[in-house]
């Protein structure tokens, strides 16, 4: 007689692999179902919406927003929920929008290399000739590349080169965008919500450069350049990447100009310090401010951290970064242990022309006396903390006055001596950059502000001095 003990571990061996068989059905089913529902609301969006513009994407845009195509172009956008992943389903979305009463000037398609070809590319903007296509190339974090096996890595670099390479054969109404070379972007996890999806501030520099502004446009000039740059970035990050320390137990306060205060996001010096290195960032700059308080004391220099160790940012106005930062460092009880100061001014105190020096070392109303008076104010409070002075950076912009008594290179000279003399660390953005005027634009867009680009050079050169503490 065959054991109840046999029969029953028999019927396991039958339930179990038919269970497993049920439950990988389901959920293919709720897969199936959930791909289905998003195309079809996307359809019916496509349908019934009015709409001059439309957003299709192989890559997630759910962080993309409608108002800045309004602001910026005067465009009416549709942004599709679904992420297409082929081009059979992408002629799909075509033939339904053809199909909506809608006259479509604009499509803003976003593309991954490995699932559509460039031929494709080409007979999808022939079918459609009287719509413009701005093309933009998906731009992974360096997460995902880095991730990647060797094989896989090089097929996919292949195709995305191929791409870049066969971008000037692509039909007149098709423009190409290019942004994972970007170290800026594609290095900085603070600009991802995770490998594929960009963050609403990110995305919002992907719009406005997508059209509007052609730096990251592919050309016949630059096509091939483009392709051997980025094969060379990857090679680089996935064979010697650059480390940065864990600075979890730092905080850095950041006092400024708008060279700081004018940024808050993961693009910003504050925000890529932070994100490469877990330090706690605070910004406190001003916009507009001067470390002189030729102008102004309570928004100096000096009167800023007067009014930061006093606990009291009432002398300030509540709508400045200044404020706003002081107020979240005091909120966190934690901020005064492990501290660096970054000082990063000069700019408008050479726009307003502030004396550098006078008989009075500690005269606030001239550039190097602030600069001291706020050095002394900071070891008063915060014996053990880091300080780092920073000079401007170049700029041939001057306002009103074409021949200044006073040149910028007076007040960085300043800025040099003042980290000898005090024995502070000295962070040389006017010289170690190798801004000049004949590369400034590429830089300096408005010929003052540093561009996101520079940016993170700053942070990054700044991050090799904070580590040294």
Known sequence: MVSQFFLDKQKKKKILPSAILVLAAISLLSCAFWLFSAQCKDYWQIRRKQYDTVLLSMFPVSTYDAEPFS???????????????NYSTLKKYMRHIAKSG??????????RPDRISIDDLCSLLADYPSVRFELIT???SINYWTNLAPSEFEQIVDLYCALLEQAPDLPSNGNLYFYSSQEWMVCNPGNYENDWLVTADCALFVTTHSDYLHQYMITSENAEASAQAFRVFLDE???DPPHYPNLDQTTVIFLGDSVIANYTDATSIPGITQALTNATVYNCG???GTASAYDKYST????ILDTYFAGNPSTLPRDTQAYKGIVSTLADSSSDQNQCFVINYGLNDYFWQCPIYSDDPYDVNTYAGAIRKA???????RLNAQIILCTPTFTSYYQGITDPEKHLEDYV??????AEELNVFLLDNYHSLGINAQNQQEYLPDLVHPNEECRYRIAQNLIELIRRQ
């Open 138 to 140: 998906a731009y992974p």
């Open 237 to 239: 990050q996935r064979g």
């Open 71 to 85: 602001h910026y172009r005067g465009m009416t956008l549709l942004r599709t929920e679904h992420t297409i992943s």
């Open 102 to 111: 809608n006259t479509v000037s604009t499509i803003y398609l976003g593309i």
């Open 413 to 418: 000279d300043a800025v040099v001596k003042l």
């Open 300 to 303: 100096s220099l000096p009167g």
């Open 286 to 288: 001003l916009g507009g």
């Open 375 to 381: 050095v002394s104010k900071i070891r008063e409070n």
